[in-house]
């Protein structure tokens, strides 16, 4: 994830960071980049949203606060470790040459998945909680919320009941009635 975030940021000198799902072992992470600064605009998200036609197989997105459960934070260059310098180029196709390699014998392990993963979004979270700018506590609240809904995921994956069931009644607390019942009809 390093030399493609560090490749995006060559462009960009910021890059929101989205969940695109909470699956723990094949995730979905969008990187969202701008020439000049921006925040998420939270008026225009909830307008979009009510404008959009349901969707059943993504029923998150009927509800504002499910929706802002994805969004992580903004990443910047020095977020990264200084250790990695790589770019992935033409000329040198990292990822291209990488990825098979660490796929390779299913060494979970060695992929940027689960935990792995989810510990470098929390850290992206925490260290861009200012850069995104103040979000309403409601959206905040739900950003929050992803975080604990992805623990929950991982508990899952892990076999952990009880941890799961316990992240869950964290999100039931968290959540108005109407967002939890669209992740947990």
């Known amino acids: 994830m390093n030399i493609l975030a560090r490749t995006f940021l060559t462009v960009f000198p910021r890059a929101q960071v989205w969940r695109g799902d909470f699956s723990p072992t094949e995730p979905a992470i969008a990187l969202i980049g701008a020439s000049g600064d921006f925040k998420p605009d939270t008026n225009i998200v909830r307008r979009r949203l009510a404008e959009m036609q349901p969707d059943p197989s993504n029923p998150q997105l009927r509800s504002p606060d499910d929706f802002w459960m994805n969004f992580v ?106 967002a939890f019942r669209l992740l947990f009809p």
């Not at 310098?85 to 940027?112: K, S, V, Y």
């Open 73 to 178: 934070g903004v990443l910047e260059a020095s977020d990264l470790p200084a250790s990695e310098t790589r770019l992935n180029r033409e000329d040198r196709p990292w990822i291209e040459l990488l990825g098979p390699m660490l796929h390779a014998g299913g060494n979970q392990e060695t992929l940027f998945t689960g935990r792995r993963l989810q510990v470098w979004l929390d850290d992206v979270m925490l260290r861009s909680r200012d850069r995104a700018g103040p979000l309403p506590e409601r959206e905040s609240s739900a950003v929050t919320a992803g975080s604990v809904l992805a623990e929950m995921t991982l508990c899952l994956a892990e076999g952990n009941g009880t941890g799961a069931r316990a992240a869950q009644e964290h999100l039931r607390q968290m959540l108005p009635d109407e």
